[in-house]
């Protein structure tokens, strides 16, 4: 019998490593400047992928991203705060509605 690791592709797992390798080492050394940019990027890409698949661009704004985001990032509110100086159009009282409810 299998173990659960074991039916994971291996292209899963290598995933998986490259993640928890850029969380634990990388990001940790990054500049805030470099962290504040690095979510920005990633937001943009969340809305547009959102929005390219015809749903509401700021639905990835929700409780339970918001909590991985924090385990990620304490300072996650600043850089959520910062967002309509980095997109433009964005509108920064839609992810706060997103993320208060649930």
Do not use: C
């Amino acid at each position: 019998m299998k173990t659960e690791k074991e039916n994971i592709p291996a292209w899963v797992l290598a995933y998986q490593r490259k993640q928890e390798e850029f969380w634990q080492r990388t990001y940790p050394s990054m500049s805030w400047e470099a962290k504040v940019q690095h979510w920005v990027n990633g937001f943009k890409e969340m809305m547009q992928a959102s929005t390219t698949s015809g749903a509401d661009p700021y639905e990835g704004f929700n409780p339970m991203a918001y909590e991985e985001w924090k385990t990620q990032e304490p300072r996650i509110d600043e850089i959520l705060n910062q967002l309509e100086d980095h997109i433009p159009g964005f509108d920064s009282s839609l992810i706060w509605v997103g993320i208060r409810k649930g």
